[in-house]
């Protein structure tokens, strides 16, 4: 703008200083009417001769300034064309869009050659190098998103292509504001020129004038007043511009033909020229101020969900907000409540509710406005609202409002909610695009907020899991006893060796006897876990296979409760399989066979990950619950991430478990501790990462609180005990907090509750993968954690990904090698879902005589330990015959041990799964394995 009112300044000062010349001919005018006649006609032709190409330069710079702001608004046009297309969620791309975003980039390139052969200027012809190379990469990424966008409509653009679109599109503005700015300055700089053209006229003029001023005077007389009035028309009209907002440019109107004609009509089209531009500049200014407050709105929105706790709490929060945030005096908010058959929409909370009977509670899907904005799915929006409608009221009056919104709440396509909001004037489109976005978002909180309220219902059903197991915890404690015992007595032999030297001999036979027989306990203990793992997993294979083929209802002849009891029942079989997987994992760590994997921890997502596992605990004990970060501490530090939240874990869910009321707190601290070097000689000050789990809760006894952290050991041991479980919970936590560099403290009151404070060593190193030593003989092999059974999460499952897997699956023929009757039904059944034919062997050796019967046989599913002829022995002679030297053979055991993958694989075997057998697993590996061989 700066720039244009000097353009305005100057041409004012041009006519106003042209002014002089009509004094210099009224004194010069009558003695040289002769000359003046002669340098008149030579000087008009100098001046027609200027003011034509004058005319030419400005016609075309008007040309190039029109064709600079085309560029302007073209470039504009096919970024808010693409980002509309980009942001709408429908099905196909609007074809109308798509049309308009071609013609632009159409009409933009025709521009941009307009453009190169009237401005030769270098800096321009630069510009407009560098700005084609950036439509043209604008317009293949746009083409890029709009194909994604046709062949996928769901799928979401990441973050680094959208800021690549946002770079380039902003860039493309700047280099065309630069092109419009280049040719106004082409104007102005030709302005000047004409300037300094007229005034070496006007001074050749004056110096004539002055020899033939009296001669003249008469014939300039008549030429002042004509030209004084066109003179002073122009200058009116460029003051009045000059002092204008270039909203409404004055226009210069002279009916004469001549220089000043011509001028006055290059002048007005400027004039248009810049009204078009301010006017755009304004409405670009208005759209950004516009989407800036709708995005600050949101995020305020957004700000109240991380203090939600429950359904009620949202409600409140939510009404109380967003009515006045979108200049509304009234709001409701309606929860869906009941069951398929009985769905009816409650009143949670209010906004300015007067109350009384005619205001409703509830109502029917399908009942009123309400109803019926639930059962269509849609929004209403209400304007000319009768008077008796509704009144909204305060201490001075009352009043109806004249506009309603009654918005849907929608999850998956599932009402969860109606808002209803109403205004007494009425609301802007920018109003109702802000319900509209918080809309989108409220569905997935609230779904959220019903899970973890459901999820809370199921971890107090699996409590009663783990009295199931307490037999065969107890069987494993009378062995660790007896081994205890055993040491106990080989010390004892050996104190008595060194009294006696004469039963040295003896002494030594009885400790090698005894290493012998611990050794082989040790082993026994080894097979006993290893078998225990395979007839525990065995049937759970089969009951997680049928509960999982249950709740995918493929012939959804299941109710909704039907497939909450299924569900209860897979998850079920998943908490006893994790049951199983720490006994196990206690032998991991006493066996010195646990790996310990460091990388970079971030407190922040730890302390986040912490709080959402238990906030829904301590919402259903109605205990406050709160973790504490220390602020001076560095927000990062390596360690074995799961193993430490399998500490805090155990420790949390103890302290939640003995805490009726109070609260319970994570407090995460930089501290100095005491520490014994190396080999114990004295101690060393080492700074620490100390985790302290604090609870109000019962409290231990002192001279109890060493037992604890023994395998099986609780402070209340006896079989009438008020809280249950295995006691390996401690045991665990401690051998994993000394594997991790640490150890654990207690302090704890009866009556007072209890302390668990876990030291980390402050660790600033590469991640590694830390190998711990064995401690004693091996004693008992790991489990393979290949993978793990989340019940409370449900997998999702993409249409398309089905149909693919089932093209490739659909009338293949498999065998499956298995002695456990309930596999073979679990899997059968799965499979025959997938339209696949299904051979059957209970052993090696019948599978060897199933393959020579069908030898198109496309895959096998080989269980490992079998009677007669095991699964290893079986592949092996599989391999052997030429004809299926090449079969996919996926091997299936229950004895999930550390080495049983690379075993299986040594024998032949094409791939591995453990038992149970999760079947998404499964029918990948086999979907990898039969287009492989089908290549």
Known sequence: MIKIEKIFTSLSYLWGGSMKFRTKLYTSIGSLLLFITIIVVILMNMLEQSTVKMNVVISELNERIEIASTIKEETSLISGVLNTML?????????????????????????????????????????IGKFRILHESYRNLGQQALLERKINPNAELTPAFLTDLERFSQRMDQMAELLHGLQEQGMKNELLRSKDTYNWAVENIYIYLVIGLIIGISFTIWIIRSTSRNLHKVTDVMKQAAASDFDTLPRIEITTKGELSEIAVAFNKMAQALEKHSKMEKHVKEEAEELSWLNGQIAKIATLYPEVENVQMLAQLLITKLVPMVGASYGVFYLKEGNKNDEYLTRMSSFASMGGEQERKQFRIGEGLIGQCALLKRPIHLNQVPDDYLKIGSGLGEASPKTIMILPVLFEDQVLAVIEIASFETLTPIQIKLLEKVNDNLGIKINTIINHMKVEQLLQESQALTEELQSQSEELQMQQEELRTTNEKLEEQYEASKQKNFEIQEVSAALEEKAQQLELSSKYKSEFLANMSHELRTPLNSLLILAQILFENGEGNLTSKQQEYIKTIYSSGNDLLNLINDILDLAKVESGKLDVISKEVELNQLRDFIYRQFAPIANQKKVHFSIELDKALPMTFFTDEQRLQQILKNLLANAFKFTVSGGVSLQIRGVMKNISGNGGEGKRLERMFAFSVKDTGIGIEEEKQGTIFEAFKQADGTTSRKYGGTG????ICRELAQLLGGFIEVSSEIGKGSTFTLYLPNRQMNNEIVKMPTARTEAVVSLEENYLLNSDVQVLKEEPMINHRKSILKNKKILIVDDDIRNVYALTIALENHDMEILVAENGREALEVLKEHHNTDLILMDIMMPEMDGFEAIQHIRKIRLFETIPIIALTAKAMKHSKEECLEAGATDYISKPINLDQLFSLMQVWLFTKEE
């Open 728 to 731: 390996l919970g401690l045991s």
């Open 87 to 127: 942001r709408d969620r429908g099905e196909t791309i609007n074809l109308d869009l798509l049309n308009a975003w071609e013609n632009s980039n159409s009409n933009l390139q025709v521009a941009i050659d307009a453009l190169e052969k009237r401005d030769t200027q270098e800096k321009s012809q630069e510009l």
